[in-house]
Antibody, heavy 114, light 107 residues
Framework: EVQLVESGGGLVQPGGSLRLSCAAS????????MHWVRQAPGKGLEWVSR????????RYADSVKGRFTISRDNAKNTLYLQMNTVRAEDTAVYYC???????WGQGTPVTVSS | DIQMTQSPSSLSASVGDRVTITCRAS??????LDWYQHKPGKAPKRLIY???NLQTGVPSRFSGSGSGTEFTLTISSLQPEDFATYYC?????????FGQGTKLEIK
C-alpha cells in the first residue's frame, strides 16, 4: 500500500525555522519527482516546490524562494522541506505529493505566530 | 506566472445532475493539466491527468477535455460522494499553478 506521511509541523515564531518530513512507502521513491503543496486556512491549494528523482534539480514558488529548501534522502525514502525565516503567511497545511498514481499525504499543519 | 481561472467558484447542484467546471489558462499549457477533488481533512485526489486521462480507480462519470488554454471537467451524473472542492493544476510551466477552486455543494 502506498503511503506518504508528513511530520514536523507545529507552531513556530515569525522569523523561525522548521523542517518538514515526508516518509514514503509502497512504491519506488527514488523513481519519482516529489512536490510540496500548501493550503492556507480558508484558501485554495498553492504549489510550493519540486525536486527531481535524484535530488539534482529543484524549483520553487516565488513566495518561498530563498527561504525554503526542498531535499530528499532516497536511502531513507524521505522528502524534506526546510523552512527558514518563516512568516505569518506561511501558515498552512503542507502536503507532500507525487503528482502521479501514488497520490498525496494527509498533510501536516504549520502555524506561524508569536 | 500562468494564471488559472476556474469557473464557477461555487456551484449548487442535485444528485443526478450533469456538472461542468471550466479552467482557463492565461498562456498555452498544452495538455499539462490535471483535475483534483479535495474533501476537508483528506488528501487531494487526482481525477484526471494530462487533460483527458481518467485516473485508475476513478468512476467513469468523471471526464476531462481541452488543451491549450481551455479545459473542462464534467461529472455526468452527480453522486452524494462527489460534493467537494475541485481544483485544476497546470504542470507544464513553472511555477506550477492551481485554479482557485470550485466548491460543489448540495442543492
Amino acid at each position: 500500500e502506498v503511503q506518504l506521511v508528513e511530520s514536523g509541523g507545529g507552531l513556530v515564531q515569525p522569523g523561525g525555522s522548521l523542517r518538514l518530513s515526508c516518509a514514503a512507502s509502497g512504491f519506488t521513491f527514488s523513481n519519482y519527482w516529489m512536490h510540496w503543496v500548501r493550503q492556507a486556512p480558508g484558501k485554495g491549494l498553492e504549489w510550493v516546490s519540486r525536486i527531481n528523482n535524484d535530488g539534482s534539480s529543484t524549483r520553487y514558488a516565488d513566495s518561498v524562494k530563498g527561504r525554503f529548501t526542498i531535499s530528499r534522502d532516497n536511502a531513507k525514502n524521505t522528502l524534506y522541506l526546510q523552512m527558514n525565516t518563516v512568516r505569518a503567511e506561511d501558515t498552512a497545511v503542507y502536503y507532500c505529493a507525487t503528482f502521479s498514481d501514488h497520490g498525496w499525504g494527509q498533510g501536516t499543519p504549520v502555524t506561524v505566530s508569536s | 506566472d500562468i494564471q488559472m481561472t476556474q469557473s464557477p467558484s461555487s456551484l449548487s447542484a442535485s444528485v443526478g445532475d450533469r456538472v461542468t467546471i471550466t479552467c482557463r489558462a492565461s498562456q498555452d499549457v498544452g495538455n499539462g493539466l490535471d483535475w483534483y477533488q479535495h474533501k476537508p481533512g483528506k488528501a487531494p485526489k487526482r481525477l484526471i491527468y494530462t487533460a483527458s486521462n481518467l485516473q485508475t480507480g476513478v468512476p467513469s462519470r468523471f471526464s476531462g477535455s481541452g488543451s491549450g488554454t481551455e479545459f473542462t471537467l464534467t461529472i455526468s451524473s452527480l453522486q452524494p460522494e462527489d460534493f467537494a472542492t475541485y481544483y485544476c493544476l497546470q504542470h507544464n510551466i513553472y511555477p506550477y499553478t492551481f485554479g482557485q477552486g470550485t466548491k460543489l455543494e448540495i442543492k
